[in-house]
C-alpha cells in the first residue's frame, strides 16, 4: 500500500513538472505559447523535422508568418505568391 502511495506522488509532481511552462519574451511579431506548432506557418515551405507537434516557445502573431521556417515574422500579405 505504501508503495502504490508513494508512486502515485511522484507521478502527480512528474505531471505537475512536465505541465508548466515558463512565460519568456519574444521577439517583435512574436507570443510566446505554451504549445507552438512544430512546424510553423511560413512563407516558403521547408521539410523540417520535428519531435513533437506541440513545443513551448514564440509563434507568429495573428496576421503574421515566417520568412523560412525560422526566420522572422512578417505580414501574411508580404509573403510571395
Do not use: W, Y
Amino acid at each position: 500500500m505504501k508503495l502504490l502511495l508513494v508512486f502515485s506522488v511522484l507521478l502527480l509532481i512528474g505531471s505537475l513538472e512536465a505541465s508548466r511552462c515558463v512565460h519568456r519574451r519574444c521577439p517583435k511579431n512574436e507570443v510566446h505559447s505554451c504549445c507552438a506548432p512544430c512546424p510553423q506557418k511560413a512563407c516558403i515551405t521547408e521539410t523540417v523535422k520535428c519531435l513533437s507537434s506541440c513545443l513551448p516557445g514564440c509563434v507568429c502573431k495573428k496576421g503574421f508568418v515566417r520568412e523560412t521556417q525560422f526566420g522572422n515574422c512578417v505580414p501574411v500579405n508580404t509573403c510571395d505568391v
